[in-house]
């Protein structure tokens, strides 16, 4: 019984191996069917004329306006230039969007210095812009390619389609003209090698059917070079984007500490400063009964005494929430650890840190860490839970794993979303991967620096 059991399992592995040959043989020949090859190629068939009209207007333009720089008009000439070759730029990421599906992020736009205005401040922007030149230098370079993209697609497709639909109306030469018909090496008195026979249609067919298959994945290919130089040349830049994710982090961090300052005020509000107020109050009503009833203002004294410890109770919690002074005296460690005793889930904290990190990155692995201990006080369910933290070359990973229930996800409008976007303003990550029936594991990953007092250990 061994041996057949051996046969199948290597059929079973036989078949494994020819799977994949035949899914990729199956998506060659389907290529030349697809959509998304027909708008490629059309892209490709376009590529030429759009390139040629971007490079005459760039060349045209550039030379014109810089043989009249030493005159008043050359300037303002070429500014005019510039404006034109930014608009062939914005026609050619509309051509990529609809033809190749590449979503290709518009540049920045025109920056006036502070101040300034006026059409001289236009100019300024505008030959400033390192825009403006990208999208002259993609209109210099493109027609080169644009011209092989479109000899290639005209010669292949032109060939392709000529062979593949021969049989249709290639019987009509010779009945229709004088000429015996098409072939090899014909003279047009009957010598040579004419295809006029029905296998011979046929053959002609399958060598065009065969060069639109060779001609498909040709296609797929030039369109991601296209796509490379649109984005490269035409997109925003990598500068562009470091800027624009520096404002929205900005934007998140403003937030952040509003809500902060918010929380803070409601708290010293609706708390400490309340009991300070009641406190007053009873003190002064202990003012005026001591010397009448001093039983009754000892009372009020012993109230007020007590008001007055939770009050300093609510100072005290609302201070640790801002900044413990156990996170600056003592580190991360200690910290975590004076976190984990609060939470009704028994929590293990293991910090393996050779040096402390900078103030700011250790303060937001503190808060991190207090936050998802709280969501797992309040949500998880879990009857335990570990706190691990490490440093991971130049990145601080922290990394807050429980038993409970899961089904955390960060992208339900929870509290873990504003968790990511704090995390993400400094360069940070959050991971979640919380299963239904668990376990939670949730892993913030911070930009490692260095303290300024640099080699202090971390406790």
């Not at 991360?332 to 889930?345: D, H, I, K, M, N």
């Not at 936050?371 to 130049?394: F, I, M, P, Y």
Request: aromatic letters at 6%; charged letters at 20%; glycine letters at 8%.
């Amino acid at each position: 019984m061994a041996r057949p059991h051996g046969a199948a399992d290597q059929a079973r592995r036989h078949a494994r191996r020819e799977e994949p040959r035949d899914h990729v043989m199956t998506t060659v020949l389907r290529m030349p069917l697809t959509l998304r090859t027909w708008r490629e190629g059309l892209h490709a068939l376009l590529n030429f004329p759009v390139a040629l009209a971007g490079f005459l207007v760039a060349v045209v333009g550039l030379a014109v306006s810089g043989a009249l720089l030493f005159l008043v008009v050359g300037l303002p000439l070429l500014t005019l230039v510039l404006l034109l070759i930014r608009l062939y730029a914005r026609l050619e990421r509309a051509r990529a969007r609809y033809f190749l599906r590449v979503e290709v992020a518009d540049p920045e736009p025109l920056r006036l210095r502070r101040g300034q205005r006026g059409p001289v401040a236009w100019m300024g922007a505008v030959l400033r812009s390192n825009v403006s030149w990208r999208s002259t230098a993609y209109a210099l370079l493109h027609p080169w390619w644009a011209l092989f993209t479109f000899t290639t697609v005209t010669v292949l497709w032109g060939l392709g389609l000529f062979a593949l639909t021969f049989p249709a109306w290639g019987w009509t030469i010779p009945r229709y003209s004088d000429e015996p018909g098409i072939g090899v090496n014909v003279d047009g008195e009957g010598n040579g090698w004419i295809w006029d026979s029905p296998w011979e249609y046929a053959l002609v067919a399958l060598v065009g059917a065969l060069v639109m298959v060779a001609a498909a994945p040709l296609i797929r290919g030039m369109a991601m070079v296209d796509r490379l130089l649109v984005g490269t040349l035409l997109g925003r830049s990598a500068a562009a984007d470091r800027v624009l994710q520096l404002e929205e982090d900005r934007s998140v961090v403003v937030d952040a500490s509003a809500a902060d300052l918010r929380r803070i005020e409601r708290d010293l509000h609706d708390g400490a400063q309340a009991r300070l107020v009641a406190l007053a109050m009873e003190l002064g009503m202990a003012k005026e009964t001591i010397t009448r009833d001093p039983e009754a203002a000892a009372r009020l004294v012993d109230e007020a005494h007590g008001e007055v410890k939770q009050a300093l109770r609510e100072l005290r919690d609302l201070a640790r929430g801002i900044h413990p002074a156990i996170l600056t005296d003592r580190g991360l460690g200690p910290a975590l650890s004076a976190v984990a005793s609060r939470c009704t889930v028994p929590v293990t904290v293991d910090v393996e840190l050779p040096l402390r990190p900078a103030e700011a990155i250790e303060g937001i692995a503190y808060f991190t860490a207090s936050e998802l201990l709280q969501n797992v006080s309040k949500h998880s369910g879990a009857h335990q839970a570990t706190v691990d933290v490490w440093r991971a070359g130049d990145r601080l990973m922290l990394q807050v794993t429980d038993d409970g229930r899961g089904g955390a996800d960060p992208t339900a409008g929870s509290g873990l979303a504003g968790l990511a976007d704090r995390l993400a303003a400094v360069d940070g990550l959050l991971a979640v991967h919380s299963p239904a029936g668990g376990p939670t594991t949730v892993t913030a990953e911070l930009p490692w620096r260095d303290r300024a007092a640099a080699g202090v250990p971390a406790r």
